[in-house]
């Protein structure tokens, strides 16, 4: 059972009105008349609708979000009674698939509705985003729109995504608490001798009962000594004594991830994977000493850095060492060179060390934090300080 | 335990060549030079590439498929020891993310190389598809390839994906057999006076015990004597005697989908609910007479319509009565009208018909088959003909 009570799910209309308030000051600011998002964080982020039923690719799901009025949600007929459970009282159906008209005319007609005084309508089209509807769709609604100005609008939702109100931050330490108990309930539950992917059905088994809603995201790789890729999935081969594991989920509650990893030894580890083990560990100390607000990404890689170099790292393949957190199992920031997003109090972030070791195996650390006006504090419970043997 | 042996994991070299070969064939018919595919199930449908990491939203990943020449594969330096273990040989990374050339230079270049011919690159960009690139990228690489025509190559991705082969059969019969197992268990596991985000937990705990690789998608309902929407997120409200409990999922093996569900009924149902029941379940069987290679998804929508209208229906708020099924939990194409897709043996279908009865209440069901040359074999193992009562 979880360890701990859950918080409770959805968030108070309040919370909605602020985002809004906070999204049309930028707005204004670029003259943006409105933004269309079409993706299922920003539409949620919003409008607070929450349904797995975004895996489904066949429909579109439109939100407006004016500058000077409330939201319109233009969605599938299915999705009517779920969004009818939300603060948007503008919700406009119409009974999709239509391929034809797969709910194109009613944006239109709400684009020209609220897209008046600049002519300006932001997408989000930048780094880390992608537009979720049909290509051609979406130049059949330049093509009807002829006037109205396109723009990017990724520096709107990063701005106001990358800072968690204290409710998100509730979800995000109860589902970093609930992981933290499923890995270290793991070792008495794992042997060696048993299928790769059968320790994923446990794992995940256990991530249940330790309070999570599911696991979307479970990669991982065993390995002698270590292991040599770090987005696996599993395969059927048994793990035997002598393998180095790393766990990596990213598991929710309420529509909020947690993005951590841990390092198993079935029996007793290669010196050469402990020495690693303890130079991730120590840059992820390093990482954590630097978090303040005011600190950049840049610095926080830049400490994390030092500490691997030092203890021998023949370099990393993620390409940064942490990241943002939320509503994905990756958000902006990157903790990586040129990034150099200012740290605000409120950002959660992961910090993620990994190196190169030995004949190219890695060595991957990660931790979950928010940042705190005097520094941080920790949504998960820290790694052990040498790595976790099962006997 | 399973009760049957899975598949093994991956398919065989030959697979991937006769899906190129099959593309190649419809793209030269097309004047298309390449293929330039963004999306997770593209990708992996050419590639064999396989790794839950798509669901970090930061990193492109790009397959090109030429018209006269194997696949490459351009992608985040992340996923090079994942990407080693498939058939594909050209593959070109970069440390991403980096956000100010993610990919996009080895794009071009790429692009330069195989659009020479017709100077035409197809884009999946019609129903049911996106691209999975930041648009602002997308712009870019127009305005770099001037000359290079971009032109929409869903209808060889549908024509393609519609038809699986015996391999991709044998996941989808595992999977679906697994769920079969989950859903008969359900009952002897499920009591009134549990909050319904239990219920769901123990399903999804109960799925992976039968053998599925994780249940991305699980939606239901619980309501007095009926449910009124069913594509919800669980409350964490407890389900009470007289509540009908709709469980909708898409359970993967090997990342191929089930997508079915079940309704259940705690203590005696409502006469309503029962009626509706029975009005639905002769609505799929009067579907599955109907599945036969050469008739239309127009003809199976008729035949369960037919019934559903002669038993009281009230109406319907999905669409369709199904769809197609596979890599993803819904697939082209759909059953309802004037989508007349012909069906041909080989075609993994759901049977999905549903109807409004009494106050807005809601009854669907589901059923995944695989058209065969004499007919259909199903996939599910048929619901039961009368709602099962859990007491």
Chains 1, 2 share one sequence.
């Not at 269309?36 to 066949?58: I, V």
């Not at 990596?248 to 990893?261: A, C, I, Q, R």
């Not at 000493?289 to 950049?296: C, H, K, S």
């Not at 509503?327 to 040129?338: I, K, R, V």
């Amino acid at each position: 059972m979880p360890a701990t009570i859950p918080p409770p799910r959805g968030f108070p209309v309040a919370e909605f009105e602020s985002r809004m308030v906070a999204a049309q000051r930028l707005m204004q600011a670029r003259s943006i008349d409105t933004l269309l998002l079409t993706t299922e964080p920003e539409f949620r982020y919003f409008s607070g609708f929450h349904s797995d039923f975004w895996l489904s690719p066949t429909r579109p799901w439109y939100l407006l979000v004016p500058a000077q009025d409330q939201p319109i949600a233009i969605i599938p007929e299915i999705g009517a009674a779920s969004m009818s459970a939300t603060w948007v009282d503008d919700v406009r159906t119409w009974p999709a698939p239509v391929p034809h008209d797969d709910g194109l005319s009613l944006l239109c007609t709400a684009l020209r509705e609220v897209a008046v005084r600049f002519g300006t309508v932001g997408v989000p089209m930048g780094p880390e985003t992608h537009v979720r509807m049909p290509l051609g769709d979406f130049q059949r609604l330049r093509d009807r729109l002829t006037g109205t100005k396109f723009v990017d609008a990724t520096p709107i939702v990063r701005a106001l995504r990358m800072v968690k109100s204290e409710a998100e931050i509730d979800k995000l330490r109860y589902v970093c608490g609930c992981v933290s108990d499923a890995f270290e309930a793991f070792p008495n539950l794992a042997n060696a001798g048993v299928p790769e992917s059968e320790l994923f059905r446990l794992f995940r088994s256990e991530l249940l009962r330790c309070g999570v809603d599911h696991s979307p995201y479970l990669v991982g790789a065993a390995g002698a000594g270590g292991y040599a890729d770090i987005i696996k999935q599993p395969s059927d081969a048994e793990v035997v004594k002598g393998d180095v594991l790393v766990f990596d989920t990213g598991s929710v509650f309420d529509g909020y991830f947690s993005d951590f990893d841990r390092n198993f030894c079935f029996g007793e580890a290669a010196s050469e994977a402990r020495r690693a083990y303890d130079v991730v560990y120590r840059a992820t100390d390093a990482g954590l000493a630097a978090v303040r607000p005011g600190a950049t990404t840049s610095e926080l890689w830049q400490a994390m850095a030092g500490v691997l170099d030092a203890g021998g790292s023949l370099g990393e393949d993620v390409g940064r060492f942490g990241h943002g957190l939320g509503m994905q199992l990756t958000e902006w920031p990157s903790n990586m060179p040129g990034d150099d997003t200012v740290l605000q109090a409120g950002m959660v972030i992961t910090l993620e060390p990994g190196m190169v070791f030995g004949a190219g195996k890695l060595m991957v650390h990660e931790e979950d934090l928010v940042v705190r006006e005097d520094g941080y504090e920790l949504l998960t419970r820290r790694a052990a300080p040498e790595m976790v043997v099962i006997d």
